[in-house]
């Protein structure tokens, strides 16, 4: 999956809601449901981990990238 294409349809979420867990809507049915890039099960772990610790409420976004496109090989390039 193309990153802009992530950044795109995370930055859609969070322009369409007005709070952190109303983005799930909108993100289960882009992630779940039309391109199969998560499973429900995904989506709950990472929904599950952002209640577990302290923060705002839509964290679990970060959490939704990472099982989607996992860190990216060119970001670890320059490091020894």
Same mark, same amino acid.
């Given at each position: 999956?193309?990153?802009? =294409?992530?950044?795109?349809?995370?930055?859609k979420a969070m322009a369409t809601?007005?709070? /952190?867990?109303?983005?799930?809507? #909108?993100?289960?049915q882009d992630f779940v449901v039309?391109r199969g890039l998560l499973t429900?099960?995904? =989506?709950?772990?990472?929904?599950?981990?952002?209640?577990?610790?302290?923060?705002?409420? /839509?964290?679990?976004?970060?959490? #939704?990238?990472?099982?989607?496109?996992?860190?990216?090989?060119?970001?670890?390039?320059?490091?020894?």
């Amino acid at each position: 999956m193309k990153l802009v =294409l992530l950044y795109v349809l995370l930055l859609k979420a969070m322009a369409t809601t007005f709070s /952190g867990t109303a983005t799930l809507p #909108v993100v289960r049915q882009d992630f779940v449901v039309r391109r199969g890039l998560l499973t429900d099960r995904d =989506l709950n772990l990472a929904f599950t981990a952002d209640g577990a610790g302290p923060g705002p409420n /839509g964290i679990y976004l970060v959490s #939704v990238g990472y099982l989607v496109a996992g860190i990216p090989v060119r970001a670890w390039a320059g490091w020894p």
